[in-house]
């Protein structure tokens, strides 16, 4: 209360609160003007540097001038000219300068020689026997040739003196040997130089390959938070566990619990491996050090080893902290892998350090490691165990609900129309990672610009999706009239299947315009996305998929290229009835796939070591499921062969049927519809199926 008097305790603690912050204010300040000082000296002494580069440049390029520029007066004679003055008496004084090569001297008048010297200008001394003056000639270096010269000029009565150029010498001694050597110091001094943020030198990778480049390292450097991570509440409620391990460790410790060392985070790519790693940093407020998996290897013995051990020397000096490995996979892999030689000795060393490393934490130190891969089957059992890697969190595609979130989330910064239905746009993208959805954004506000308008609108958002899936529309392909006529039979068979269907699948878009290497689609969804799938369903789907091809069949008496993509989805649905869920009398209970090893990369499963017996039989449940499938579509078509006339009309008129105008002809059709057809269409739902013809 205001008026209340303070007591002698609240005294003496607001005195000693007040002096705790004092020396704490004095000690930031000295610390501060410490790092400025050193920073300060860095930056001097690289400025020293460079400027002793500089004057040592100049020296050299100077010294190189004072040696080769050697200015002689007189006329320039040639040897043979020399002798022939030499031979007639004319040479006063010669002098040999050692290190230019040349000989100076003076020569005199005379009449001994007449007439025009063969090999002489005109204007050469020998020519001119009346005149005198000085004079200067190159000799060889050559000892025999220069001797020769000297006996010639000394039984001429010349005076032959030496200069050794003493100072030349000196200077050309400097130029060719010190001063390289002090440049060449200079510049690897000026590159190694401690200098910038990190502190190292401008090729400190090169030189020193045992330390890991800097990381992004400083607290609160990661802004991301949870909320920026949508579609993911199930890793979110584990990590936020990890969160609060990283503000209080020692509450832990107090307790006796041991929370989890590491976190590996696997799934498909483009789910939010990588975000979610961010959003614990910056949940945490921790320093986050990110590293790739492919860093740790090279192809020098120890390098990855000793990276290892310089990044979590980093790691422990800035703890609480997260250290995150992408790719994990590319250091973590199996031991005995790689055949023993080679490189894959260096990866096993690499793996070796980074499992003691890991087995090295101390609980109460805030370290915690989060790795991700895409491939968690191939990652040693070493690194996955308890103790290491203690929490495995799979990190799936977004639900419905998920989907609308993350849409939200990247929709917040742009001008978004007020009728855009975040839901209806998740219900159209079934089996969408969150990168997926960001494109989806990204390629509608892409079309707003290209149409000139201010806000981003459900149509826009509609044909994202479509460019996504499908590619741009092909505006130069028209087709002929027998074609349009096929692609609409063909679309309408489709349609006219999936009505009769027992499993509630609705008619999302119908339409024959050609679209990347699509020529034709129709676009399907359930009632909700199903974890569990029956036999008839699926039975019911490849039933929907060979439509098309029945529909021209039925019409055309014969099918056309554009049911390859109807066929290889069907092929591929069909193969996993037999091989993955045992739905076929052949094969019965038995699954024929090997592991999943690269699930999460959509890469196709290989079957198992089976005999050629069963690999017969396995061709025959899926060539019987296949025929099956088609008798059932052509029958349904032929039961309703006027609603697959009249519709395919429509379809061929108008080109493309969604929305309002798709669902009033849909409820034309189920009104038309006998009871014989089993189960009838709804409007909504939330997955997508679709029928392609390419």
């Not at 196709?604 to 008798?631: C, M, N, S, V």
Request: hydrophobic share 40%; net charge neutral.
């Amino acid at each position: 209360m205001a008026g209340t008097p303070m007591s002698d305790d609240e005294g003496n603690r607001l005195v000693a609160l007040l002096g705790t912050a004092r020396q704490r204010s004095a000690q930031y300040l000295r610390d501060r003007s410490r790092k400025r000082a050193a920073k300060g000296r860095k930056r001097g002494f690289n400025r020293g540097l460079v400027a002793l580069l500089v004057v040592l440049l100049g020296l050299f390029f100077w010294s190189l001038s004072s040696i080769f520029s050697s200015p002689s007066p007189g006329t320039r004679l040639s040897l043979d000219e020399l002798s022939a003055l030499a031979s007639n008496h004319r040479i006063a004084a010669a002098d040999f300068r050692d290190v230019d090569n040349r000989i100076v001297g003076t020569y005199v008048a005379g009449d001994g020689t007449t007439g025009l010297y063969p090999q002489a200008p005109l204007s050469s001394p020998i020519n001119q026997p009346s005149a005198a003056g000085a004079f200067y000639a190159d000799y060889p270096s050559s000892a025999s040739l220069t001797l020769d010269l000297e006996r010639s000029l000394v039984n001429a009565q010349a005076k032959v003196t030496v200069d050794p150029q003493t100072g030349k010498q000196r200077l050309k001694l400097i130029t060719t040997f010190l001063l390289p050597l002090l440049i060449l110091a200079t510049v690897f001094a000026l590159l190694l130089a401690p200098g910038g943020r990190g502190g190292g030198g401008a090729i400190g990778d090169v030189t020193d390959f045992s330390q890991m480049r800097k990381g992004k390292v400083g607290k609160g450097t990661s802004k991301v938070t949870f909320e920026d991570a949508g579609g993911v509440d199930e890793a979110v409620a584990e990590l936020r566990e990890v969160v609060d391990y990283l503000k209080d460790p020692t509450k832990y410790e107090a307790m006796g619990a041991a929370p989890p060392k590491g976190l590996l985070l696997f799934g498909p790519p483009g789910c939010g491996k990588t975000l979610l790693a961010k959003a614990v940093a910056g949940e945490a407020e921790v320093p986050f050090f990110s590293v790739a998996g492919a860093e740790f290897v090279e192809a020098l013995v120890g390098v990855g080893a000793a990276r290892v051990r310089d990044l979590f020397a980093r790691v422990r000096a800035a703890a609480p902290a997260i250290v995150f490995i992408d790719e994990l996979d590319a250091a973590g892999r199996k031991r005995g892998a790689g055949g023993g030689t080679g490189g894959s000795d260096e990866r096993e060393q690499t793996l070796n350090q980074l499992l003691v490393e890991m087995d090295g934490f101390d609980v109460s130190r805030g370290l915690v490691v989060i790795g991700a891969t895409n491939r968690p089957d191939i990652l040693d059992p070493a690194l996955r165990r308890p103790g290491r890697f203690d929490r495995h969190i799979t990190i799936e595609r977004p639900d419905g609900e998920g989907r609308e979130r993350i849409l939200k989330i990247h929709a917040r910064n742009k001008p978004i129309a007020r009728d855009v239905a975040w839901k209806d746009i998740a219900d159209r993208t079934p089996g969408f990672t969150g990168a997926d959805l960001a494109n989806v954004v990204n390629e509608a506000a892409l079309l707003t610009i290209r149409g000139q308008r201010s806000e981003i609108t459900t149509d826009d958002i509609r044909e994202a999706i479509r460019r996504v899936l499908e590619g741009p529309k092909r505006r130069g392909h028209l087709m002929t009239d027998d074609e349009r006529r096929r692609a609409a039979y063909h679309e309408a068979g489709h349609v006219i299947v999936a009505l009769c269907q027992d499993e509630q699948q609705s008619v999302q878009r119908v339409s024959i315009l050609t679209r990347g290497r699509a020529i034709a689609t129709t676009e399907l969804r359930q009632e909700e996305e199903e974890l569990m799938l029956t036999e008839s369903q699926l039975r019911g789907r490849l039933a929907v998929k060979l439509a098309g091809a029945a529909a021209e069949k039925l019409l055309f008496g014969q099918i056309s290229t554009g049911v390859e993509a109807d066929l290889e989805e069907a092929t591929a649905m069909a193969r996993d009835m037999v091989a993955r869920f045992g739905m076929s009398d052949e094969i019965s209970l038995m699954r024929l796939y090997a592991s999943d090893s690269s699930a999460y990369l959509g890469e196709e499963t290989p079957l198992q070591d089976i005999g050629p017996e069963t690999r017969a039989e396995a061709d025959r449940a899926i060539r019987r499921l296949l025929q099956e499938a088609e008798k059932e579509a052509e029958l349904l078509l032929e039961h309703h062969k006027p609603l697959l006339d009249e519709f395919a009309a429509i379809l061929a008129a108008e080109e493309t049927l969604e929305g309002n105008v798709l669902q009033e002809h849909i409820d034309t059709l189920q009104s038309k519809m006998q009871p014989a057809a089993r189960g009838r269409v709804r409007a909504k739902g939330a997955s997508r199926r679709r029928s392609t013809v390419s």
